[in-house]
């Protein structure tokens, strides 16, 4: 079993199309890994679908690597991606550097994501010519719900459009070795995939990307709280999970589990001594 590497990555754009899905722990990452999934994104997702907050914003640098480590400990074969989470890498080059480093050494992971186009490429430069690889992410950056106010889709306009083609060239030549693309029209991503040379991963991007990205928690069906129209359920885990809990609860109940079955047997001449 070959391990995913950036290069084989790059080398599936045009062939075959990329699985990418997100892990936050080890039962998760080693079963995604068995099924063969090419890349497992830690994404700071982490922070709505598995911590309960209301957006990626209240994501530290140390609950992505205590999470990252956990993905890393789970994945044998898959290519691991971890977010560098809110404000981790504005704060200066040389911060940015640091905060990348930490990430690599203290979880083992091959990569690092972040949001942002122009703007962000010559820290993506840095990064790169470190010998760190970036994924890039545009469209709709969910790090920056507060400025743009909401969750809505992107590159509707002529001008967003442009911007957005100009973002994923930028990051090209900033060294990324491929860009996530979060809910834009088909036609921009399609656009967008031809006129670069790295792999496109789509998310609500539509069918003519070099991959797809799904957070595992909505394609699962295990975080429910809002399912949006990008999203297909493959299995219902929030209803089993609540079957699963709802017959224990009963058979403890009803004192139908546990029965002898489940228990352990002390010797017969201990049990004389003491209870005999
Ligand atoms: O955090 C995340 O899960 C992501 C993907 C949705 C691309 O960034
Ligand atoms: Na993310």
Known sequence: MKKVTTATIRNK?????????????????????????????????????VLGYDSTVPVTLSDMIHHGKAVVRGASRAFV????????????????MKNAAEIMQKTGAASVKLEGGVEICDTISALTNAGIPVMG????????????????????????A?????????????????????????????????QIGIP??????????????????????????FTPKFVRQYTKLHESIKEGAKQYIEEVRTEAFPTMEHSFEMKNDVYLKLYG
């Open 200 to 225: 496109t991963i789509g998310i609500g991007a539509g069918v003519h990307c070099d991959g797809q990205v799904l957070v595992t928690n909505d394609m699962l069906g295990l975080y429910d709280n």
């Open 162 to 194: 442009n911007k957005l083609l100009q973002d994923a060239i930028a990051l090209e030549q900033a060294g990324a070795y491929a860009i996530v693309l979060e809910c834009i029209p088909y036609q921009l991503a399609k656009a967008i995939t031809e």
């Open 137 to 160: 992410h545009i469209g709709l950056l969910p790090q920056s719900v507060n400025q743009v106010g909401g969750y809505s889709i992107q590159g509707k306009t002529v001008d967003a």
């Open 81 to 96: 991606v971890v977010d560098m989470p809110f404000m981790s890498y504005h704060i200066s080059i040389a911060d940015t």
């Open 13 to 49: 754009k045009g062939k075959e199309k990329i699985s990418v899905l997100t892990a936050y722990d080890y039962p998760t990452a080693k079963i995604l890994d068995e099924a063969g999934v090419d890349i497992l994104l830690v994404g700071d997702s982490l922070g709505m679908v």
